[in-house]
């Protein structure tokens, strides 16, 4: 790399193994860019331990995904130092908290406490980086920031690790496989794939792998029926390879807000496995679709029953299916869009 190559210093207690930040850092590598993390011992004290430890003025301050806690003080210190400063949120805490666990009402002091405490998080930052165009408008109406400062990157797949693979010939009498990968969620409501995997009377075996606060309600409900088997999670590394001995791949059902705006990483990780993915509708996703993309009705059992038994029963119209999924993960979601995305964040504010 070169000697006159731009920095970014990287700012907060991120996890830099999630797979949203290893992604960006790779692009941010692959665009020439000198990776310097500075990970405080404490948020609140961060620009202090800056100062006392004597971080090299970079080009560009980063602050990644999930690290509201840490924009305080990597603004201060982003400020005084003249550096631009862009936040790659991910979430919103407030919507988290108000819209998708309820804890508090959205005309509650509480609610309106933490609206108020995370808008002012948002506008320390010089740009915001959403994972959609819901999410970026989201952003825009809930913390009255600017369209123009919200820029839209996607969160994609290791490319490396998640690469197509060839369906396991099957005869059409054996059963196809149904995966669900996840953390037993409310946003993705595995509950309806177990009510769907009762109604649905095809050749299918459903399978949902992970642990989370759903799964022992979910097994309870699975109870007697053969079809429906649990596994427990896997490594990150391993999953490729188990979501390629399935057929399709399900995304998530929750009837939240968030959950219409979020693609998950599941949904990125089948799609460029180049596997057929069922999930609820959305606007998050690109047009045109495609037909490597089912969507169905948020929350509706039935449909996701009734979406899995033409599959199963035209087992030859699946490659086909899956080569679609991986062609509109390339046009949309590819290392290659992403650089691209994040190449044009980076030349704006640079040019401030």
Same mark, same amino acid.
Not at 160 to 185: H, M, N, R, Y
């Given at each position: @790399? ?6 970014? =210093? ?31 011992? =404490? ?27 840490? @924009? ?17 949120? @991910? ?18 002091? *509480? ?43 996607? =969160? ?32 993705? /409501? ?75 990483? *599941?949904? $990125?990780?089948?799609? /460029? ?54 062609? $509109? ?15 044009? =964040? ?7």
């Amino acid at each position: @790399m070169s000697e006159t190559a731009k920095t970014v =210093v990287w700012w907060g207690r991120f996890d830099p193994n999630y797979s949203r930040n290893r992604i960006l850092r790779q692009a941010f590598t692959a665009l020439g860019w000198r990776i310097t993390d500075f990970r405080p011992h =404490v948020s609140s004290l961060g620009d202090l331990e800056a100062t006392i430890t004597g971080i090299k003025k970079p080009d560009l301050l980063w602050l990644p995904a999930f690290r509201q806690r840490d @924009m305080i003080t990597a603004a201060r210190w982003a400020r005084r130092h003249d550096v631009p400063l862009i936040f790659d949120p @991910m979430i919103s805490a407030y919507d988290k908290q108000v819209f998708e666990r309820q804890k508090f009402a959205e005309e509650s002091p *509480k609610a309106v406490r933490l609206l108020e405490k995370e808008r002012a998080i948002f506008s320390c930052a010089d740009q915001i980086i959403a994972d959609t165009e819901g999410h970026a408008d989201f952003f825009a109406q809930t913390f009255d920031i600017a369209s123009k400062n919200i820029h839209v990157i996607a =969160v994609g797949a290791e490319e490396s690790l998640f690469a197509p693979a060839p369906l396991t010939k099957k005869s059409q009498q054996e059963p196809l496989e149904v995966l669900f990968f996840g953390s037993f969620i409310g946003l993705q /409501a595995p509950e309806v794939i177990i009510e769907a995997a009762k109604l649905c009377d095809a050749p299918v075996r459903w399978t949902l792998l992970g642990d989370g606060p759903l799964k022992p309600a979910c097994e309870a409900a699975a109870a007697g029926h053969a079809n429906i088997t649990f596994e427990d999670y896997l490594s990150y590394e391993e999953l490729p390879a188990r979501i390629h001995k399935a057929e399709i791949l399900l995304g998530v059902f929750g009837t939240t807000d968030k959950a219409a705006r979020v693609i998950p990483n *599941k949904v $990125y990780q089948a799609l /460029a496995c180049g596997r057929t993915v069922i999930t609820r509708e959305s606007t998050a996703y690109p047009e045109p679709k495609s037909e490597g993309l089912i969507e169905i009705p948020a929350g509706d059992a039935k449909a996701l029953a009734g979406s899995i038994k033409p599959l199963a029963l035209a087992h030859d119209r699946l490659e086909a299916r899956g080569a679609a999924a991986r062609s $509109y993960y390339e046009q949309h979601f590819s290392l290659k869009t992403i650089h691209g995305q994040l190449a044009a =964040v980076l030349e704006e504010v640079s040019g401030r």
